[in-house]
């Protein structure tokens, strides 16, 4: 069993940043893959990949967010981070962190991320 705790969302003006955390707990082998997810208000398709990462550090972000979101990984925490600058009202969304194992998905329990305009 894996538990992610998220931290880091809030209320942020637009042309704001903030940094999101998520640490894993538990069982914790092989991991595939990290990445936050994210599912807008009245969204009614599946969450959107924002940004993922490799256990070997190759990372993807949605077109949305290149340029101005950074994900990272601190393997020794079991902690995956991302760094959102020049952030939009579009941006507005509940984030979900993911770690992804051979046989397994986990997910975080979301953290609000509000940018006013």
């Known amino acids: 069993q894996v538990w992610l705790a998220e931290s880091g969302g809030g209320l942020v003006q637009a042309g704001g940043s903030l940094r999101l955390s998520c640490a894993a707990s538990?069982?914790?082998?092989?991991?595939?893959?990290m990445g936050w997810y994210r599912q807008a208000p009245g969204q009614q398709r599946d969450r959107e990949s924002v940004?993922?990462?490799?256990?070997?550090?190759?990372?993807k972000y949605a077109d949305s967010v290149k340029g101005r979101f950074t994900i990272t990984r601190d393997g020794a925490k079991n902690t995956v981070y991302l760094q959102m600058n020049s952030l939009k009202p579009e941006d507005t969304a509940v984030y979900y962190c993911?770690?992804?194992?051979?046989?397994?998905?986990?997910w975080g329990q979301g953290t609000q991320v509000t940018v006013s305009s």
């Open positions: 940004a993922t990462i490799t256990w070997g550090g190759s990372t």
């Open positions: 538990g069982s914790i082998f092989n991991i595939n893959s």
């Open positions: 993911n770690f992804h194992f051979p046989t397994s998905d986990y």
